[in-house]
């Protein structure tokens, strides 16, 4: 009889593997991959290692990868002479422990192991990178005719420019020469750190930016990391339907001889062969080119610039167009060419925002249309939302309108200084404009932007190529963007200090700050975007290895699944969202006596933003500041109902650090030993866990309702191998 049973599953397992395509034959096979690391040298930098050692065979595991053996990765680092090793902002598999060993030589090795059944994430394995600090970045002194206070907006003074170089040596090398100065912003020029438009005598290279006579220093004021313009400037040229993206390096700024912090020098926005190479519009073609500029009302000087009315009102301030370039000296036609500006974008709107389904492919070009939307959405710019700041371009005998030359972004990615939203219950929705802050919601992508928002509502083909587009975006710019938030960091690491002396910035948490909301801010448009994207379990992250614990978390700022140091863990999510909550709750029936422990990291405002672990509406715990991994233990004093709470709140104001808490390992002493092999929670494991267990590895279906109760050899692997096993097992053999 048993042999009977034991022959009839066979037959039903073998006549389920041959239902199953030819081409899903190999899928187990195909579910690891090598996947070779490729580490990136920062500047002053060399990497020496085993190309060969840095192939790892990964398999996908939800939303992460498994290292499927063992492995010892070897890699030396190198530096040159004014270059020092930057242990905070390098990036060896940043969320595992790793050894540095110093040579000699001088040189550093890294050494990590890895055993089978770690985990990494995709970012990870894209961003490893060894990155150093000079000693001196370049600085440009800037000598003016008038004392800088006297210096306003509206008109150029003359001055004096000279540029050493630092540690980085930059083509062109070192510059003196003579311009003038003004000040230049609307926000920001009413901020301490003001920022400047130069304008040099003949046009030159700084810091390898090709030859122009317009640049500007831009001193974020409001972002403590420095990094946003930054790391959006030099990840955007990854972008290849952006046709032109501003140059742009660090310097410290001295004015009249004061020093006064590190700037961002870039080469400003204009039609010129090396940067918007396009013919400007005439008397005898008045349909190109054009460089215009989005605005608001606010930031126009009406009797200054070149404006024209917008075709629509969709934020707080009247939206206007402002035609940066050709600058026509006749009035006349200056009067014809806005008067053509204005019908263009109106009939572009009837096109967008129409019923007609094929009418918006006269005037919107695709690629640079969909790299700008992900690009602002990445950054989550308040912005850039075709609101201010905000580029485009018109070509002769072109009806497209190209989306170009992205802009001030120091308000952008969570910044803590922006608390405002672009909602407004007469102009757009409301209701779908996101709070600035937060991880989640489309900035650019509702209703106080109707180009963007109909484009992707209303007109599937276009958003199926900005979703291709974002994929394509993922292992590319992406990481590129996440790796320059820590070069550039690095870079001015030494230099900031005197920054801060200066200003009384923060840069080391507005980094750390920086760093964990773009994590939250990806993986939530991974959710949107990538079809086969998969996030960690909450579940899974938060119990111990095999618990089956079952947690709530809802509402505007759920915890998530991250991997933290190593470990599945949960997060909360409010980062940077001031006066708001994160939590994440179960209830448990306990007998006097039981137990519940969990471990915690916290990343906070000190004495602030706080987290709480509260039973049945009482705190039993708090923490804020900066605490590495604990444990707390609550015990049960009689039998009854525990309802367990965790939250971290953040007060009305300021942010730091990471911004989070970290929670892991929660364990209940009562929790029902789960049953190895039993994958369909029936409590026996039988035929059936075989069958089911079969079919998800070969990918026939998608989950498991017991995944802890898979892995049936303990191997760290969930294959056909623990498939048979199970059956064997079932049948007593």
């Known amino acids: 009889m048993k042999t009977k049973r034991i022959i009839g599953i066979v037959i039903a397992i073998v006549m389920l593997a ?18 070779r690391i490729t580490p990136i040298a920062g500047d002053g930098v060399t990497l020496t290692y085993n190309e060969e050692a840095f192939a790892l065979s990964l398999a996908p595991y939800f939303g992460l990868y498994r290292v499927e053996s063992a492995r010892t990765l070897e890699l030396k680092a190198a530096f040159e002479e004014g270059w020092t090793y930057n242990p905070r902002y390098s990036a060896f598999f940043r969320e595992h422990e790793h050894t540095e060993t110093n040579l000699p030589d001088g040189s550093i090795r890294f050494t990590i192991a890895f055993e089978a059944g770690d985990l990494l994430t995709e970012d990870e394995l894209l961003t490893v990178g060894i990155y150093a600090s000079p000693a001196s970045l370049p600085k440009l002194e800037i000598n003016a005719s008038v004392p800088f206070s006297q210096i306003g907006k509206n ?4 001055a004096s420019f000279a540029l050493t170089l630092g540690t980085k040596q930059f083509p062109g090398g070192d510059y003196e020469g003579t311009g003038s100065i003004k000040g230049r912003g609307n926000t920001s020029w009413g901020q301490p750190k003001k920022p400047y438009s130069i304008k040099l005598s003949s046009k030159a290279s700084l810091l390898g930016i090709p030859k122009t006579k317009k640049y500007a220093i831009i001193p974020s004021y409001s972002d403590d990391s420095l990094l946003r313009n930054y790391m959006t400037y030099k990840a955007a040229l990854e972008y290849s339907g952006i046709g032109y993206v501003p140059k742009c390096e660090f310097v410290e700024v001295y004015l009249n001889g004061t020093y006064n912090g590190v700037y961002l020098l870039v080469e400003r926005v204009s039609i010129e062969n090396n940067k918007i190479n396009i013919t400007e519009a005439s008397a005898e073609d008045l349909t190109g080119g ?22 629509y009102w969709a934020n707080q301030s009247r939206d206007y167009f402002v035609l940066k370039e050709p600058e026509p000296e006749e009035p006349q036609l200056l009067q014809q060419m806005l008067s053509y500006l204005a019908n263009y974008m109106a009939s572009l709107h009837t096109a967008v925002t129409g019923g007609d389904a094929s009418a918006w492919k006269q005037y919107v070009d695709v690629p640079s249309w969909a790299d700008m939307m992900i690009l602002q959405e990445i950054a989550k710019n308040i912005d850039g939302n075709l609101k201010t700041s905000c580029y485009m371009i018109k070509q002769a005998q072109d009806d497209k309108l190209y989306m170009t030359a992205p802009w001030d972004f120091d308000l952008a990615y969570g910044s803590t200084a922006c608390t405002w939203n672009n909602a407004d219950h007469t102009h757009n929705d409301y209701y779908d404009c996101p709070d600035a802050q937060s991880a989640a919601g489309f900035m650019v992508i509702n209703s106080s932007c109707p180009w963007y928002d109909h484009m992707y509502d209303d007109h599937e083909d276009f958003r199926s190529a900005l979703k291709a587009r974002y994929a394509e975006y993922r292992t590319t710019a992406i990481p590129e963007m996440i790796s320059l938030m820590d070069s550039g960091a690095a870079y001015i690491a030494n230099a900031m200090p005197r920054d801060e002396q200066k200003w009384g910035v923060r840069f080391e948490s507005g980094v750390s700050y920086l760093q964990n909301w773009l994590k939250g801010r990806i993986e939530w448009l991974d959710g949107e975007w990538l079809p086969e994207s998969e996030t960690v379990d909450l579940d899974r992250a938060l119990n111990t290895e095999r618990g089956t614990l079952h947690f709530t978390s809802s509402g505007s700022y759920p915890f998530r699944g991250v991997l933290k140091d190593g470990r599945l863990a949960g997060v909360s999510t409010n980062v940077g969202a001031d006066s708001t909550e994160s939590t994440v ?6 007998e006097a006596g039981q137990t519940l422990s969990f471990d915690y990291k916290v990343s906070s405002e000190t004495s602030y933003d706080k987290f709480t672990f509260s039973v049945n509406g009482q705190q039993k715990l708090s923490a804020d500041g900066e605490k590495d991994w604990q444990t707390f233990t609550f015990t049960a004093s009689s039998a009854g109902n525990y309802s367990f709470v965790w939250k971290y709140a953040k007060d009305y104001s300021v942010a730091s650090g990471s911004d989070c808490v970290w ?12 049953l190895p092999g039993d994958v369909d929670g029936s409590g026996v494991v039988d035929a059936a866990d075989a069958l089911l267990l079969l079919r998800y590895t070969m990918e026939l279906i998608d989950s498991l309702p017991c995944p802890q109760n898979a892995d049936f050899n303990g191997d760290g692997t969930i294959d056909a191998a623990d498939a048979l096993l199970v059956l064997r097992f079932s049948m007593g053999a």
């Open 18 to 35: 041959a239902m199953i395509p030819a081409s899903a034959a190999g899928t187990l096979k195909q579910r690891a991959q090598e996947r």
């Open 155 to 158: 008109e150029y003074v003359e």
């Open 290 to 311: 054009y460089l215009i500029e989005k605005d608001i009302d606010g930031k126009i000087d009406y009797s200054a610039d070149q404006w024209f009315n917008a075709p």
């Open 585 to 590: 709750s179960i209830t448990l029936a306990m």
């Open 663 to 674: 929670l892991d390992e929660v364990a209940w002493s009562g929790d029902p030993l789960t």
